[in-house]
């Protein structure tokens, strides 16, 4: 198949590229380096079954070629102000990707009878209220918060992805994905993984915002790309749900990486900065991956940061 990426030089967009390729299928990856980063697609730069064509979302797509599938990743991720590619420094952006970038895919996948698949997040679950969170939960939102841009251009994306399904039968697919950690993660990123794993390989305290106690489920990226492509492949319209259901506290999480990394300087404990609603705790019930996929997470959460933190140590400036 010739399949397009949206979104292809950003972590999981660049992770998929590399999978589908080596699945002998075509890719063409768009991406307009908002967030994503070039050193994600050096690699493939020569590769016959490889075109990158540099544009954003928000602006019509255009393919000479016939496309079969259309995948759409192309999206700030990070809920972290403090980075500059953090959807709270992006929003207009981000809302962009969600509502204009989703309506082009779709038209483009109506245009040539392509498949579609949506990226979506568990932060439209909002600040859960049922836990854990099935894909039958609503969600518990706040609509015009500081976590809104990227909650609300999810939520509008799921719609007008249901919308084109019901009204053009178009064959689509939605992922909800979780929390999800590996290489190629910016280094700047802002979330938990790269922080932790940063300050514990400069040897200093890690920052625990709060108690420690709010919970995230880890999912290893390779995972989470083979249940994408299954999904793909699959006839399943619905949302599902694809992360770690294995729930772990931020404290204890840091814990883990010190003792992976051997860093002797423990936690430090600072004021509360979450941004607006993020949620106390997260994870998914992945009973439909399991029944309709037949997926499940295979790498620990020791073995995956392992993984990323030999990674990051590679990508780090010496000290």
Not at 213 to 242: A, K, M, W
Request: some cysteine; aromatic content about 8%.
């Amino acid at each position: 198949m010739r399949i397009l990426i949206t979104g292809a030089a950003g972590f999981l967009g660049s992770a998929l590229c590399d999978r589908l390729l080596a699945d002998g299928h075509e890719v063409v990856g768009v991406d307009n380096f908002l967030t994503g980063n070039r050193e994600n697609l050096a690699h493939l730069e020569g590769h016959q079954g490889f075109r990158l064509l540099e544009q954003s979302v928000a602006n019509f797509i255009s393919i000479p070629d016939k496309v079969e599938a259309v995948l759409h990743f192309a999206s700030p991720a990070s809920p972290n102000p403090a980075s500059p590619y953090g959807y709270p420094n992006l929003p207009i952006q981000t809302l962009k990707a969600g509502s204009l970038g989703t309506l082009n895919c779709l038209g483009l996948c109506h245009a040539q009878g392509a498949r579609f698949l949506l990226a979506s997040t568990s932060e439209i679950y909002g600040d859960p209220l049922e836990h854990p969170q099935k894909e039958s939960y609503w969600g518990h939102v706040d609509p015009v918060g500081l976590r809104s841009m990227y909650d609300e251009a999810k939520r509008f994306a799921e719609a007008l992805t249901m919308a084109y399904h019901r009204t053009h039968n178009l064959d689509t697919r939605i992922v909800r994905i979780f929390n999800t950690y590996g290489p190629r993660m910016r280094l700047d990123d802002g979330r938990v993984v790269p922080n932790f794993i940063q300050q514990a390989l400069r040897g200093e305290a890690l920052s625990v915002y709060g108690d420690g106690s709010q919970t995230r489920s880890f999912c290893y990226v390779d995972d989470l790309i083979e249940g994408i492509c299954r999904l793909l492949f699959s006839e399943e319209h619905q949302p599902v749900n694809l992360g770690n259901p294995n729930e772990t506290s931020i404290l204890e999480f840091a814990h883990l990486i010190n003792r992976l990394t051997g860093n002797k300087a423990g936690v430090a404990f600072q004021p509360d900065k979450r941004l607006g609603s993020d949620p106390q705790r997260r994870q998914p019930d992945i009973s439909r991956a399991r029944r309709i996929l037949g997926w499940e997470p295979r790498v620990d959460l020791e073995t995956g940061l392992a993984r990323t933190i030999q990674y990051f140590q590679g990508k780090m400036t010496p000290v």
